[in-house]
């Protein structure tokens, strides 16, 4: 089973930064999606960013566009999720997720996705 394993959340003040890191097992798929989602309290799970494996491309929900970059490091099978110009509405707990198969996301991040994270908090103080 693969497993998928968040960290480098924590408290940030507004307009600070946070780099989110998800380290995955090895995933036996050739190509995949993987993406971060998070949920706030009260509030459904929404698609952040994702990238997909096969032709690299890559889908930012419109909130978070110009402020955060997704990455990769395949050598590591790590993404990178790096959040800046935090605002006090990216409170959340923010999750990994994997979904095996080729895709070329450019209208959200499809799914469902069959693994995720424990996830990792994030917390924006303004």
């Known amino acids: 089973e693969v497993q998928l394993v968040e960290s480098g959340g924590g408290l940030v003040q507004a307009g600070g930064s946070l780099r989110l890191s998800c380290a995955a097992s090895?995933?036996?798929?050739?190509?995949?999606?993987i993406g971060w989602f998070r949920q706030a309290p009260g509030k459904e799970r929404e698609e952040v960013s994702c990238?997909?494996?096969?032709?690299?491309?890559?889908f930012y929900t419109d909130s978070v566009k110009g402020r955060f970059t997704l990455s990769a490091d395949n050598t590591k099978n790590t993404v990178y999720l790096q959040m800046n110009s935090l605002k006090p509405e990216d409170t959340a707990v923010y999750y990994c997720?994997?979904?095996?198969?080729?895709?070329?996301?450019?209208?959200?991040?499809?799914?469902?996705?069959?693994?995720w994270g424990q996830g990792t908090q994030v917390t924006v103080s303004s």
């Open positions: 997720a994997i979904l095996g198969g080729s895709y070329h996301l450019h209208l959200g991040c499809g799914g469902p996705y069959d693994y």
């Open positions: 990238i997909s494996s096969s032709d690299g491309s890559t």
């Open positions: 090895e995933f036996t798929s050739d190509y995949y999606a």
